[in-house]
């Protein structure tokens, strides 16, 4: 239970929006760049957030409710908070600890940590943390590494293996490319044992080098059979990720996934693909309860969480948000990003008078056209 | 019946907007912030006026109706115009007489005043001003200063007992925690014998003093039992304040409230929550005439009124427009509100064909998508 | 039939807009705010302009027009255009000429002139210049007087009667009150023999002296009885202006309407009220063929005047615009408006498929929700 | 296939809108207004474009997908991608070469090219650079002409006769009258024999020369017999060009059409016409599969070109970006231009899961209203 009455932070900032502008002060704008963009126009990264802003609570009153549990059981893991820290690449550009850091907030916040296959340090050593871990895996061209990745996953203690399905190429992000970014050298992918003057760090002008290595090192063409064989290398519970339509959402249960991530990619991979708080309800109903449902894209309160969990989501992944706490403070600052969105839910959880997420389920919700 | 002739004041301010400038232009920054800030991103505060752009009336003609009968009766008090006075806390913030000036002028106007918990002037000084007054409670962790205070209530006159409902904690609001807001010496909880020194007056760096104080006043995780507990302790018809639900409408039927209130808390508590405009019809639907449906926030004309007339309201609470009176210029600047509300409502009533309010109720009405 | 191969001024304004930036430069602030201003916040004022823009047409192609003809048969007059001039008080402000001007216009044009109760030039004068006049009448509080001006409006050969039903007031309209808005002495409601120096010259600081005059003038309470009553004193076929409800269009076909005008009064009377467009179809549907529907409110092109018959209009009725022309150039500038709306009307029929009314009442339309 | 690997150009634009920025700042702003510019208050203009990004697609994953077939069968036509170069006229108003040089980069890039009636270099001459060439007619006046067009573009290997039918009469563009657009004498409508000092080249202020050549050139009232007697006079397929509402959709399948395009002709026509991409559906579920459904207006990525393959599109027709492409580079800028469009295709189908075409059409779509 979190006692709402300790719930604020003297002092410091107020919400995320405040640890952003930090992050902006600090971080070079090709960095900043890198983090912040999208792909295309950047509509589906505009919509991702005005998805959120045109839906609306209908908070219950008097249910007794004084303190909300803000809780969860997160793909068999408990968690303090209905969030877990979306697997995201490099974390080391923006602070030199990078997964270390992140992944001992997310320990001290009670949160998963889900390392990304492109770590900037070893799996091992972000498991290491204490943090319940879960690692994500980017099908890889080489298929014995594929199985190497999960072994050592499994061998470190992560306690589920999410497999991203929404990257069959990486899509242009025009910043990148105008930018001509490029990793530096002291920043790499550490699970991989990349060379510090490999792809990612040969900068091309005009384009990403980050997109140059991805597509030279991941699998094209992934199929559910794929998915299949996958599954079968491992006892880890399956977080499919990256899906929008419910009939993949429902091949996702059909293979055995326990859970989906409803997720639009950040506005990172299709532009133009549906907001995924406007591919929620579709997904919650074609599941049916059969695997849970998470989402990301565009989560930026505790507010935010609410409404998703209200919308039928288990919980959500973080993905920007730490970064920018990571940028503004290390461990400090993602610790913060934490609070405040744990802070914000209970706030949010008991002016909603829910006291726990199966009471948010039942909240009543309601759409608007502002979009866009 | 109103005189449509004699409804415009010569000179003055034309429009509640005038009053806001002037208003604006007199306060302290932070208390300008108190008033009009709203919790959160602040979403729901602009989604609350919002939402009365959004509705169209479609006015009758040829109904014979020269002059509208504004008078409404609220929860059995006989009101020249269908609104009442919000309870809002600290009204010495805006000016010196406060709740004393802002009741007179309610009296004048022939509109009950609910006086708050939080008021700056004490309940029996508020009645003693011949106005309708109506007693707000925030139920208060000391249960027995709760019936202390509905004991008071009674005793000096008030006409009804509203609970407020949707305060089971104070919202963060970002402006006040920035400004680090505490009230001055001079204002005080007066019914609550609050000292000069107490919480509410101890400025806390990136934190709201009056959220620190009402989190260790009021009693937290209300319940539908705590409520039929205070009606059980008076005689005085009940009005719950602060419900969006069209459930929690119907429970309030259910243990004997006389009125709800459909309110967003003038975007204060929960960010995020449906506008009240927007949740009208539905609780209306729900109560079924059962109980009396008022709403407040976002009502910022007496066109505004109509509109939520139209809806199914009974009538409607005045908030933040009664403080840009006060502040403007004490009682007098409220009469002006009130007069400019009930001339625009009795002239939009006559424009409309509406005699009074059971007409206005027949209006039909269209609502589109420009939200936010 | 309307040869569009000549349909092109040369030189000169290419649009309505461009006739408007010329009035605007030449009127005192007065005046312009005046005849553009509306009621309340202007919000029905700008949805009327809005509700064009969110209708689309979908024309017809490879029907076998190569031009287009733009007559109607408007209340019993045969138009070369569908539409007829707005009945608008005070034309003398725009120009010395006034209703003259205007009228004259009217008749080169085509168009049937709608003389106003509050003419600068006294009916018989209007009905003189040829144009075909109709006269639209303010039911007055004295009785006699209005049998007066419908005696003199049937002698001096006018071919309608238009009863506006949509004033049982003047609505309140800040930028004249706050302009102080009176007539200049040169300028007077002739068909009333106002003398000079009557009440709607007389200067009030923050009122408008036309709203007081009106006040003094017009019969309030109106009813469909009353209505009754002017329509057994004439033979000429009657129009009611200013129905937005279906219910009201029905009452209006009952009581014998040769046609209603479905109207929001240019966004000067009810402020909040439906958009004229918006409340087309379901006047439409009511009437069911049984009276013509006419209507004004937000039209600015020619491509307007054929979305209005697409939603079932016999035509519209045409008000700032004129007083636009005859700002800037009196007569010759109500020409240049009327044929320029003609020849668009013309042009977009064309382009539409359409080669006359009735096939513009079959063209299909889209509406989506861009308002405001 | 393509192969997605190599799919990214490096250095130079980054999107079509690159391309447009380099076109703007080289042309005299007469010829951009021109090609830029729409009708009326260009509201169909601006509309053909919110229509894309209203609509959004919803991706499939895990569809063993890495490279996709950008393929298209386009009118009996084999196209390396579903798109053809739409026909405009006097493209050597962008750059000398002209019509030869977008036939030149649409045949590198395996894309049908259509030219125009007002082509400024002769057919056969465009039909020489091997492209694949479609001929679109402009019925003209004067009927031998047509047929001798019709067999020129026989006998010159043109693969399909393409007639445009939203051009009944050249719409009023308000750019070119208020400049006084006119052709340069080096430019010429070549297929037409027109000689330097024609109409087309004759300044007149306040008119577009354009307007006034093709009011003396092209036939007035096309009709549905009409068509039927181009139909006859040719074996090429028939594809009818300007089409929205889906009774006149039907109808070209019943008159044995191969295709329609769905257009509002870039906006340049019916000003308040339907969005072409709104109109989309209905077309496509009235001709059930009986003919071919071609698309134009508005598209500016790839991204745009599967929104409409997913709406049951066979093709898009590309206009302005190829104006913007021969402008900035000639041959060249085309060739980037398609090349752009092709790998932002191969791309977006690679994200959403689809190999071909036929897998395009089954995504599902939501659309919503941010339009305007």
């Known amino acids: 239970m979190t006692a709402v009455e300790d719930r604020r932070p003297t002092g410091g900032p107020l919400s995320l929006a405040d640890i952003r502008a930090a992050a902006h002060s600090i971080l070079p704008a090709g960095i ?51 969030l877990a820290i979306a697997p995201m690449a490099y974390q080391s550009l923006l602070h030199e600890k990078g997964e270390l850091a992140a992944a001992r907030a997310a320990r001290t916040a009670g949160a998963p940590f889900i ?27 080489d298929r014995a590494k594929n199985h190497e990745l999960i072994g050592r996953a499994e061998d470190s203690g992560c306690r589920a293996l999410v497999i991203t399905v929404d990257v069959p190429l990486m899509a242009r992000r025009p910043r990148d490319a105008r930018n001509g970014f490029a990793l530096p050298t002291r920043v790499r992918a550490a699970n991989l044992d990349a060379a510090p003057g490999g792809e990612a760090h040969r900068r091309v002008p005009g384009a990403s080098a980050l997109a140059v290595h991805t597509s030279a090192a991941f ?29 993949d959402a ?12 409803v ?4 506005g990172r991979q299709l532009d133009g693909a549906q907001p995924s708080m406007r591919a929620l309800p579709a997904v919650v109903e074609a599941v049916s309860g059969d695997c849970e449902v998470l989402l990301d894209s565009g989560v930026r309160s505790g507010g935010d969480v609410l409404k998703a969990l209200a919308l039928g ?4 992944l973080i993905g920007r948000p730490v970064l920018w706490g990571l940028a503004a403070d290390g461990e400090r600052g993602v610790g913060t990003v934490l609070a405040l969105l ?3 839910l209970a ?26």
Chains 1, 2, 3, 4 share one sequence.
């Open 347 to 372: 706030e949010a959880m008991v002016l909603a008078g829910c006291a726990d997420a199966s009471a948010a389920a039942t909240l009543r919700t309601e759409r608007w056209e502002s979009h866009a």
């Open 263 to 266: 997720s639009s990619h950040g």
């Open 342 to 344: 744990r802070a914000e």
């Open 219 to 247: 699998a094209p063409g992934l199929s559910w059979r794929d998915l299949a064989e996958l599954r079968d290398r491992t006892s880890l519970p399956l977080v499919v990720k990256g899906v929008l339509d419910p009939r």
């Open 250 to 261: 429902r091949a996702a249960v059909d293979i055995g996934a326990a859970a989906v991530v």
């Open 115 to 141: 390392v990304s296959t492109l770590s900037s340090h070893r799996l091992e050593d972000v498991a290491a943390t204490g943090a319940d871990t879960w690692f994500q895996l980017y099908c890889l061209r």
């Open 313 to 316: 989501a288990r919980g959500v």
């Open 32 to 82: 900043w760049d890198f983090i912040e963009g999208g792909s295309g126009t950047e509509s589906t990264l505009a919509a991702n957030k005005a998805a959120f802003t045109d839906v609306a609570l209908v908070p219950r009153v008097l249910t007794g409710v004084a303190t909300a549990d803000t809780g969860a059981r997160l793909v068999g893991t408990d968690a303090a908070v209905p």
